[in-house]
């Protein structure tokens, strides 16, 4: 069984930055990234993907048209079981306090700090295993 990791982000080097930090965890086929480029593709995706097999699911929140602060409670009722981690240049008390309430399991920062973010997968895949 696969696992899956949804990376929702409108910049195009998201993808690539991803792709290098988890380079041998995606060559030993420890977890599949899928990326979206906006919220309503990611939202078409996140059911897509069976349900054991989508672990995380990782948000920008600002993008154009429907902000990942929007798509939060949607992908949220209709994937309970999938926690999302929010992502955000501005990690003031305000974003922080709108993304928990809304549903977010996490906010991170940018720059991201990818040894919190492998952590944070690591503790995800010894749940999904």
Known sequence: M????????DEPDVEALFRQQFRR?????????EFASSAPAALARAVEIEDANLILILS????????????????RSARPDVPVIMI???????TRRKAL?????????????????RQEIDTRLVQAA
């Open 60 to 75: 920008d929140i600002n993008m154009p048209g429907m902000s990942g602060l929007e798509m939060l409670p949607i992908v």
């Open 101 to 117: 309430a809304s549903g977010a399991a996490d906010l991170l920062t940018k720059p991201i700090d990818f040894a919190v973010l």
């Open 25 to 33: 965890d995606l060559r030993a086929g420890r977890f599949l990234m």
């Open 88 to 94: 955000t240049a501005y990690g003031d008390a305000e």
């Open 2 to 9: 696969s696992v899956y990791i949804l990376v929702v982000d």
